[in-house]
């Protein structure tokens, strides 16, 4: 573990070894900067880290630490000169929130007070947060906020919308404590999908996938039988929900945005603390994603349509017009560009970074 030193300024990258960490590390190096990755592995792989080493060509500490052990974190603060920190690691299921609260609760929250903690600590002012479009919970409530605006009323539905909430709400406290000092963006993801264009890196599941295009990609190489449809009887143009699917190399380019936004906040002296949501405003239903990993796919893989699932909103698509003006961030990628590449992704990576351990295990 050798750390970044003295005049070289770095990104911490927590959760760097996750699925949208990984991509926004290639973007960062890509546009010069140095990153360091701290990550506990719980829901990710070292393979992740090994190959975006391969692909931005570019050696990248790794720290393979829990955020919520509070003395090891301060030995990575000690370690590097650290500039900013990009906060992706968390526990992310919804469903499994709602069975083991207390874990989601522990691990979200502890892990970042003790990053602010130590930021505040060593003078670490530039924070960009992975907030999520959870945090609106049922938009639908205000028929007038459809596409959803930052402005729209908070109302998180389940415990790891109320950890993503409640970070929100600490940043916002911490900012009113010492206005001059930090400089917090909070990013509300929409439905990141996709994978990078080189087929190197991608989003890889334990287990079975909640979401549809990693359960969709799973079903195309056989690993399951068919994809279940929850719910046709929604209000919308063929019956299934929308949502506002973005690609997440577009969704990795709104981190360096946001980053260059407190960049020039610190050039004048300013602090900030303000959400943007990240999302392209065109919102997809469920059977119009299905037709576009198809068409990448080159087949009509199987389905059926299976009851609602609990919890589901009809619609939730992003209003992404102050990102637009204020971070000059856009998407410029559709959701059958995220399909070819999540497509290129699964066949040259069936069993993700798994099979990879496997091959090494019998090598050793
Ligand atoms: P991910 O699970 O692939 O990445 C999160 C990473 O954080 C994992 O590598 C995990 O091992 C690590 N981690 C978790 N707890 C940790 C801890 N205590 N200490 C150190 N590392 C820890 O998830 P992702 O999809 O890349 O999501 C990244 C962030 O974006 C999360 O905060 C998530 O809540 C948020 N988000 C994700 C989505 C989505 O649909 N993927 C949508 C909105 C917001
Ligand atoms: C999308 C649509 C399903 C799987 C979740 C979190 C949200 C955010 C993004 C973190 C829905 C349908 C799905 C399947 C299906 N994550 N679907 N069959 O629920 O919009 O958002 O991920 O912050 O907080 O809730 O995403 O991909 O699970 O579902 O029909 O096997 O696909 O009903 O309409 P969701 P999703």
Redesign the pocket.
Known sequence: MNGIKENDKSVLVTGGAGYIGSHTVAELVENGYKCIVVDNLSNSSYESVARLQILTKTHIPFYKIDLCNYESLENIFEENKIDSVIHFAGL?A?GESTKIPLKYYQNNLIGTLNLLELMGKYNVEKFVFSS???VYGDATRFPNMIPIPEECPLGPTNP??NTKFTIEKILNDLYNSNQSSWKFAILR?F?PIGAHPSGLIGEDPLGIP????P?MAQVAVGRRDK?????NDYETRDG??I?DYIHVVDLAKGHIAALKYLDNKIQKDEGICREWNLGSGKGST?LEVYDSFCGAVGNKIPYEVAGR?AG?VIN?TAKPDRAKRELEWETKLNVDIACKDLWKWTTENPFGYQLKHVVEKFAE
């Open positions: 992310k919804v999520s479009a959870t790891y919308g993801y439905n909640n979401n549809l295009l359960y994809l279940n449809v929850f719910g299934t929900p949502r469920v699932r589901d939730l």
